[in-house]
């Protein structure tokens, strides 16, 4: 079983950037795609960003395309999440995720593909 623990949350201004990191263990990371959610206060957790076991393929929510970026680094079991231009509406707490199925093609948006959550780092947007 993977576990994940991410790290680099805070509070900063809006237009302000802080990246995330997502350490995980064992020595599979390399075959599995890896996702960003988050969740604000009284709302759904919702999807933000994937990455695939390669690195090649990406896949971004509307509401953070062009403003974040996914990436990791196989080699250090390190998935990030670089966010720029901080809005007060992208305050949430964070959780990274694996994808449950190795060598996906096609990275998933869908919550339910995921079977590994780290504990959440909390991002807070003042405005």
């Known amino acids: 079983q993977v576990q994940l623990v991410e790290s680099g949350g805070g509070l900063v201004q809006a237009g302000g950037s802080l990246r995330l990191s997502c350490a995980a263990s064992g020595r599979t990371f390399s075959k599995y795609g890896l996702g960003w959610f988050r969740q604000a206060p009284g709302k759904e957790r919702e999807f933000v960003a994937a990455i695939g076991w390669s690195g090649r393929s990406t896949y971004y929510a509307d509401s953070v395309k062009d403003r974040f970026t996914i990436s990791r680094d196989n080699a250090k079991n390190t998935v990030y999440l670089q966010m720029n231009s901080l809005k007060p509406e992208d305050t949430a707490l964070y959780y990274c995720?694996?994808?449950?199925?190795?060598?996906?093609?096609?990275?998933?948006?869908?919550?339910?593909?995921?079977?590994?959550w780290g504990q959440g780092t909390q991002v807070t947007v003042s405005s």
């Open positions: 995720a694996k994808d449950l199925s190795p060598w996906r093609v096609e990275v998933t948006t869908d919550e339910g593909a995921y079977d590994s």
